[in-house]
C-alpha cells in the first residue's frame, strides 16, 4: 500500500529595506509561466522591476 505523502512547505520571508525579498528554507516557487522550483536554501527575488534576471535579485537597485 502506498503512503499519501504531503509536501509542506516552510519558509522565512525577510523585506530588505531598498531591495529584494530574501526567501530562506523549504518552499515551491511557481513563476508566470507556471513553470515550478522546489526549493531548500535561500533565494533573493526582486521587488524594484531593474532586474534583469527576474524574478531573481541581480543588484540592480543598488546602481
Known sequence: MEENK?????AII???D???LKIM???I???LKRDT???QG????????KSGN????DGSHKR
Open 37 to 39: 522550483k522546489d526549493s
Open 18 to 20: 531598498f531591495g529584494p
Open 14 to 16: 525577510e523585506v530588505i
Open 25 to 27: 528554507g523549504n518552499f
Open 54 to 57: 527576474k524574478p531573481y535579485c
Open 42 to 49: 535561500e533565494v533573493w527575488l526582486c521587488r524594484c522591476g
Open 29 to 31: 516557487l511557481k513563476d
Open 6 to 10: 504531503e509536501h509542506k512547505s516552510q
